[in-house]
Every structure is written in C-alpha cells, then in structure tokens.
C-alpha cells in the first residue's frame, strides 16, 4: 500500500507563498492525492485532489482561488499564495488504495504551517 | 447544508467499550460510504473503518480489526462505532466523514468536530 510523507513544519510571512510537499513512496506515482486542512482544535476539510499531471479532480467548497496543487513524478505539491492568518493550519495528504474487496486509506504525517 | 456531528466519547477504562454516534443532515445518507477516522492526541490522522452505501460491505484498519464495529441506522441517519477491548492507543479524537468517489477513487468531504475517546485506568 502506498506511503505518504510530509515534512512536519513550514512557515511564510503573511502576504507570501508557501508550497507543501507529500511524497509517495516508489511504485505509486499514479496515485491521487487529496489535501485537507485542519484548523486548531476543528476537524479537517477537505482542499483539494490532485491527480497525476497535477489535475485538479475536485476542490472543496469555499476554498479559495489562492490555493493550487501541483504533481510531479513521486511529490504533490500544494501551494498557498498570498498567505492569510486563517491559513494557519494542519495540512494533511491522503489517498485511498483498494484491491479488489480490500480498502486502505493513507494519510501522511500533516504539515504544520506558520504564518510568520 | 450538509452536516455531520459526533457524539458518544468520554473516559473508559481498558478492556471496556464504548459506542460512538454520528448524526448526519443535508445528504442522502444510504447513497454514499461513510467513514471513521481518529487522531491521537498530537498526532496524524488514522483511517479506521469504512461502511459502504448499501451497507454491505465493511473495511477495518489492521489495528482495529475485530475489535471495532461499523453499522448505520438510516430511519435514523445515524452512522455508528461500536469499540470492543478498548486499548490506551486508542485514544484519539474520532471523526465520522462522508466519502466522495469518482472513477471508484475516494476522498472524505465533509467531517464532522470529532468525539474524544479516552482509554485509561
């Protein structure tokens, strides 16, 4: 099954850009990957999906136009331009993995971001 | 407007159980697979179990599996979590989400504020 790994913190100042990175482990760069973002103390929301190529399969409601997904071989990036306050959050990348009547869904560790 | 919220954690000792409840709005409930999912206390988030749509098929996390049952009331619109031989891992904050597919790939939209779960003596 597939392994997602997130580095723990990034930070940007506020008004700047920052860019988040979730890597699959070798053999899975077709997979999906799906972002959410986790406020203090709230449940996670759900981003966006991206696929390979870095398409856009779907985007949660009330995200905004400042956030876009990226994809490139192994990495799936999710970038955060104009950072706001409210934009300080957990952000967690997942993606589902079934095999026949299996199912599996993975997260990654969560990035913690900072607005500086 | 779509909403779904948690009820049911609280403080149980190991070995005892306990059952979570999430109550959902805004949504046909049988048309879509619902999930749990947790978070330890400082920690990432863990995929627990899955129900499908017609509710006939059920999937668990290896570290859950045969302790933990999922199952659904829809004259209710209910989704529940029934926790057997509860551990001190097991404390997390549990969430229940709706899965939303397409080309058969899932993703979870929208979660509910979660339900703590505290395993302890």
């Known amino acids: 099954q597939p392994v997602l790994t997130q580095p723990p913190s990034a930070s940007a100042s506020l008004g700047a850009s920052v860019t988040l990175t979730c890597t699959l482990n070798s053999g899975y760069s077709n997979y999906k990957v799906d972002w959410y973002q986790q406020r203090p103390g709230k449940g996670p929301r759900f981003v966006m999906r991206v696929g390979t190529g870095g398409i856009v399969e779907s985007k949660g409601d009330g995200i905004p136009d400042r956030f876009s997904v990226l994809a490139s071989g192994l990495n799936r990036y999710l970038t955060i331009k104009n950072i706001q306050e409210e934009d300080e959050s957990d952000y967690h990348c997942g993606a589902d993995h079934g095999s026949g009547r299996t199912f599996v869904y993975v997260f990654g560790g969560g990035t913690k971001v900072t607005v500086l | 407007q779509v909403q779904l919220v948690e009820s049911g954690g609280g403080v149980v000792q190991p070995g005892r159980s306990l059952s979570l409840s999430c109550a959902v709005s805004g949504f046909t409930f049988r048309s879509d697979d619902m999930y749990w999912v947790r978070q330890a206390p400082g920690k990432g988030l863990e995929w627990v179990a899955t129900?499908?749509?017609?509710?006939?098929?059920?999937y668990y996390a290896d570290s859950v599996e045969g302790r933990f049952t999922i199952s659904r009331d829809t004259s209710k619109n209910t989704l529940y979590l029934q926790m057997n031989s509860l551990r001190s891992e097991d404390t997390a904050v549990y969430y229940c989400a709706r899965g939303r597919v397409l080309r058969s790939s899932t993703w979870f939209d929208p979660w509910g504020q979660g339900t703590l779960v505290t395993v302890s003596s």
């Open positions: 129900l499908s749509y017609g509710a006939r098929d059920k």
